[in-house]
């Protein structure tokens, strides 16, 4: 038997839930952290396994596929998959699980099996969402990854709001979840209406089938629509954002690392709002290229006006998720490998920000300015890994930040040309939100007593953070190990988008001709 | 012969490697270790400058192909960047000269920098520096040049904040790496519409590429670089930043300030020759801005106080006159000028720090009184004509205003009609509120509304109700009287408000902004 008929996706799904029941049933809190860890671990070599296992140059099709009925009457299916667009993600939900553990070691004061529990069953339902290619398991991952995130802020948050931004954060993401499912149904209608069949059997929820059915014209929009309004909300885009840094502020800054590290939401837009209503997609692009750009301008002027580290971080990638609509809103080969590209590097580069800023947090209790001011003499080794990182998130040739931007504002300025100089703008904002931040904590001369005291980073936070920062290096050297793995996914994608319009001009030249 | 051009910027770059990661691992750590770093380095830079000489000989005797691709660094569809050096011509002799520079202030910095704290991070900035600078000049395309250009602006930024605790150098660092930013908007620009108009950013196609261009293409092309060029090689308007970069130790200055970085503008210019040739328009600003350039700097230079700010000035004005003359189409002019120009001042930099024993002797000269005597050129002068409070004005405090506006904004509205509505959790925070509370001293939230929702939608519904039972309480009950009288008043003064605000000339211009944009 040839190793691709195990169930290697269920595997990696269900392999963290197992860890999380053995962590959280094991009474010796020493114990139960390193089941803890030891699951993350050996999912970090599953997922990377899973990456050796895939074919990237037949990304374009569904890979390590299971197949399962799950509601035959409804015609829902446990359907698992990966291909190039969706493969990046498992390593790096992994290893980002894997980063909030080891961070907080030591800095959860309660509940210490529960915490760890939950982070590995968010693990498990994050990389089922990046699997599944069934509408409705895709929906019902995407659910399932809230009651965590609900507990893990409200329970071992830092602020004293927590609670309120717990349930803050829950209520977007179930306001953006109707639209969602209406977006999900209708599709399953439409499928039933398109092959003409009973309606309970003719439904379809499967994404490969879909998106093979055509959509008719009036429901195109409405659709496109309910998708948008649906991730808009998890991506966050304005004005569905308010969540974010209010959750940064009070969640523990672990969790908020996952919560800026992975963006399921824009996610959701490359894989079902563009694919599945390709005609809107490609007349809207340009409204979606301007919401980008509001995005992106909107969020970086107010990110200069924070002076808490956190709550920057939470304006940065914002800003940075306007960015990268913009190249998705591109429809260019260039623009959205940026955006895969980008995606990656909120992972790396975004949350080790946040996790640099929770050790700061976790030493001092505040990354407020104004309790700051000359770290960089106290802590040195802090100060390297945080200046690596921020040159990285502004874009610096030699690290990640570099090619992804780069594609990205290639591709808007191919198609219009006004949302690349918008892009370049963004880029000096983000260069002086970051620097003029940096400059009041990390420069000058150090003014206040408690952080003569500060120790510097410790072994463990200095390899959990050298992974990232390895990576964002060889990654801007050698930019075309990623790119080459989603190469032919993104082709086939772009086809699947712009080859009916060009059918239909193609048809209509035609008509004109005699 | 043409591959020994990889390891000339490769040596430098390993070097400083392996400098950085000793001190960050502690191997290297103060005095004891002095040594090896400048040995590490110096020989690095001195091999590179061999191989750099040992290249211009072979391209002298014709053993040279011109260039070498090492492969793709980055390809998406067809767009495809190589990795790949140009072993010809003036990119070989630049390189030799840098080279050479480069290796003669890294052994004047062994003894200037001796014993001081930073002396290990200082070399192994510097040696990066050198990297970057070499693989600036010695990159077959613009990407890998901008590449070269970006990390030695930061090199830049890290040297000036060498003295990291001072609050001035952080200030600087920062002001100097923001307004170099400017440039690479330009630069990023400008090579996505070469790529998009030729389907290449290779130097040595551009000959044959700018053929097919139009004039406006051409031009749109040119003006985007030479803002790069510009704010690299601190023209009007960007020349502040360069007094600010003084900041760093005077080695530094030398190499970024006084003879190698801020060459980088020029060559740029003159690497774009085939396509400045199109462009009229582009070359007449190339003469305008280095003339205003040229005349700005001679006119500050006249009151600076200390050697170096006086250095910088007469830097500024010198790279002006090189822009005047590839307007004026004198390209080898300018390049014979740069050259020169480079190693002129290196020797003027180096001898700063000994300045008052050469003029012991031989005291400067004090101006022409007639033109001491003129007031208002006085101050100007001494003001730098006001550029870097221009800038303040026109773009740094409007767009902190905007910011703060928005950020007001953002809190206030947009939080507050996403939000959802307050939780009960929050209503006591403390002990004392909730003594308050039953002591019932909030009488206001006495009258509690009929219908409480949460979520958008409930919100939205309560919200309704709320407005219809007001309404209704208000006007149809009690009748029109001094209520409305009173809500006209408020609504008038909230729209005041509104209008003034909009009227402020930073709205105003983010709306002429916006509107060009989207006409664009």
Redesign the interface.
Known sequence: MSPTHYPFLSIIILWPIFGAMATSLVSDIKLSKRIALGTAIIECILTLLVLGLFNSTEGNIYQLVEHYPWIPRLNIHYALGVDGISILFLPMTALLTLSAIIASWNSVQQLHRQHFALLLVLAGTTIGVFAAIDTMLFFLFWELTLPPFFFLMGLWGIGPKRRSAAMKYTLFMLFGGVPLLFGILILAMNHATAVNGPLPEALSFDLIKLLETPLADHLQLVVFSLFLLGFSAKAPLVPFHTWLPTATMEGPTQVTALLIGLKLGLYGILRLALPLAPEAAVQYSWALGILGAITLVYTGLIASQQTNLRRLLAYASISHVGLVLIGIASLTPQGLQGALFQLVNFTLISSSLMLIAGFIQHRLGSTETLHLGGLASVMPKLTCFYFLFMFASIALPGTSGFPAELLLIFGALNTHHSLGITALVGAVLSAAYMLAYSRRAFLGPVTRTAIHQLHDLRPREIGLLSVPALLIIILGFAPAVLLKVNETAIDAWLTHLLEPTKVERNEIAQLNKP | MDNLVVLIPLLPFSAAVLVATGY?TGYIKGEASESSTATIVNWAINMSCLLAFTLLGADLLHKNRGSLSLG??????D?NIEINFITHGFNVILAALFSLILSIILRFSVNYMHRETGFHRFFAIISLFAAAMLFLVLSGNA?GS??GW??AG?CSYLLI?YT????S???N??RV??TN??G??GF??GI??T??WTGSANWLDLPRLAAELSTSEATAIALCFSLAAFTKSAQVPFTPWLARAMEGPTPSSTVFYGSVMISAGVYLVCMLEPIFEKAPFAMAVLIVIGAITAIHSYWVGLTQTDIKSSLAYATAGQLGLMFVECGLGYWSLAIWHLCAHAIVRCYSFLTAPSLMHSVKNNPIKPIHPAIAKIQWAYTASLQRFWLDQLADWMLVRP??R???D??YF?DHV??H????P??T??AI?SLAELEEKLLGAHPEHSQRPFTSG???AGKITSGFAGVVHWFEDRFILRGIGKDALHLGRQLGRIANKFELLVLRPRYLVLFILTTL??A?
């Open positions: 960050i793709s660094w980055l390809s998406s569809d767009l990407l901008f590449f970006e990390i930061l904040l990291y605790q001072r609050p150098a952080s200030v660092a920062t790496f923001i930013r400017f690479d908007i990023i620009l996505s519409l790529v998009a767009i902190r905007l910011a703060h928005l950020s953002d947009v939080n009609l996403m939000g959802i307050t939780p959790i929050n925070s949460s979520g958008i944009l989207l664009f």
